[in-house]
Nanobody, 123 residues
Framework: HVQLVESGGGLVQPGGSLRLSCAAS????????MGWFRQFPGKEREFVAA????????YYADSVKGRFTISRDNAKNTLYLQMNILKPEDTAVYYC????????????????WGQGTQVTVSS
């Protein structure tokens, strides 16, 4: 099982940027597909982006394409989400997820989850 710890959330003005990090621990972390999801109050977790273990396969939700970039550094066992041109509607708790299966957009397919980090976009 892989343990995940997110960091980098906070308060940012509209149009600003943030970079989220997710530190993974466990011998097989570098072989796992990983993803970012977000959750709005009272809503189900929503897919944001996913990446396979080698970084060659990447998926984005339409709502973040062109603004967010997912990447990973397997030497550091760390997943990143660079978020640019942030909008108030990006305000949510962001979660890191990992699974040995190929990356997907369905939250239930991921078995390992971090505790979440709050991102608030407001002036």
């Amino acid at each position: 099982h892989v343990q995940l710890v997110e960091s980098g959330g906070g308060l940012v003005q509209p149009g600003g940027s943030l970079r989220l990090s997710c530190a993974a621990s466990g011998r097989t972390a570098a072989t796992y597909a990983m993803g970012w999801f977000r959750q709005f109050p009272g809503k189900e977790r929503e897919f944001v982006a996913a990446i396979n273990w080698g970084g060659g396969t990447i998926y984005y939700a339409d709502s973040v394409k062109g603004r967010f970039t997912i990447s990973r550094d397997n030497a550091k066992n760390t997943l990143y989400l660079q978020m640019n041109i942030l909008k108030p509607e990006d305000t949510a708790v962001y979660y890191c997820a990992a699974d040995p299966l190929p990356p997907g957009e369905i939250a239930d397919t991921y078995h390992c989850w971090g505790q979440g980090t709050q991102v608030t976009v407001s002036s």
